[in-house]
């Protein structure tokens, strides 16, 4: 199926109010991206561009970008996310528990939850065996963490046709890659109904720093918005509404970035109207509702 054909329209008005858990008006969804980044394929991202403007490899510098990020960015994300007590979601590449077994036991032992994010960090639409990929990334979280891999999101939000039939198939039930609303959303698949996530593509520190080229306090700044409007809409309305913010290690754990990122996390948990909760938590609460968007 098309996109459009496994996703209802529903306009606000005609979605029932959502109260929040334990009364909150916004929930906020922190996704923390690590990923894998092999040095014999073409690097994901580039920060520098090669000499001749032709991609080279092995690409030294760039995989050396990502590499800061797991090693040293990603212990700061570790950090202010224990000293004011929230528990992330990791989108993770099945292979990190591999790879960087100190970065995957040091989330699992803060009590991050797993959301499955590809095996490599490659396009789905150059993996030749999806359904392989997406059980193998399953199975590699389930063994490692003790709980069933339930979300997915797929490298660089990308899918084929089929994924959320494969997904689901695996035993996914919620994803991250159709980005259409601020509330939980049905998505058909031939296995039953998954949920589309509200994730972000634009409170996410990779098209607002990478692409756009913004310094560090716009993602925060448009968080803080964001924030504010989904908070009125809700209180006017009497529901509660979702805000996610994608961040990577590499990008956001610098130290140039880092200190915007917790005045920002400080400000939000601050705020009593505001709950943070992992995918597995949202996808249960929006369940409860009842509502059938």
């Known amino acids: 199926m098309r996109p459009v054909e496994r996703l209802r329209y529903a306009a606000p008005s005609d979605r029932p109010r959502h109260e929040g858990p334990g009364g909150a008006r916004l929930i906020v969804w922190p996704v923390v991206n690590v990923e894998n980044w092999l040095i014999d394929n073409p690097m994901p991202r580039q920060v520098l561009v090669a000499p001749t403007g032709a991609a080279l490899q092995p690409d030294v510098p760039n995989w050396a970008w990502h590499e800061y990020g797991m090693r ?21 590449n099945g292979s990190v528990i591999e790879a960087y077994p100190r970065v995957a036991a040091a989330a699992r032992d803060a009590g991050w939850e797993f959301m499955g994010h590809g095996w ?3 396009p789905t639409h150059r993996v030749e065996d999806q359904r392989g990929m997406i059980a193998r990334t399953a199975q590699a979280i389930l063994d490692f963490t003790g709980r069933p891999c339930t979300g997915w999101l797929g490298p660089g939000l990308t899918e084929t ?3 959320p039939d494969l997904l689901a198939e695996a035993g996914i039930r919620w994803t991250g890659d159709f980005v259409v609303d601020d509330l ?8 039953g109904t998954m949920l589309a996530m509200p994730y972000s593509v634009e ?7 990478m692409i756009q080229h913004h310094d ?9 918005l964001q924030a504010a409007r989904l908070l009125r809409e809700a209180e006017e309305d009497a529901g509660c509404k979702v805000m996610c913010v994608a961040i990577h290690p590499y990008i956001t754990g610098v130290p140039h970035r880092i200190g915007a990122l917790e005045s920002l996390f ?7 109207r505001i709950a943070f909760l992992q995918g597995d938590d949202i996808a249960a609460w929006y369940l409860g509702t009842g509502d059938q968007a």
Request: aromatic letters at 8%; charged letters at 25%.
């Open 72 to 92: 040293v960015g990603f212990w700061r994300f570790h950090a202010l996310f224990a000293r004011l007590g929230i528990r992330p979601t990791l989108s993770v």
């Open 120 to 122: 490599f960090q490659v």
């Open 161 to 163: 046709p089929e994924t």
């Open 184 to 191: 939980p959303a049905r998505i058909a698949t031939a296995h």
């Open 203 to 209: 409170l996410n520190d990779i098209p607002v720093v």
């Open 216 to 224: 560090e306090q716009e993602l925060p700044r448009r968080a803080r």
């Open 266 to 272: 400080e400000d939000l948990s601050a705020d009593p």
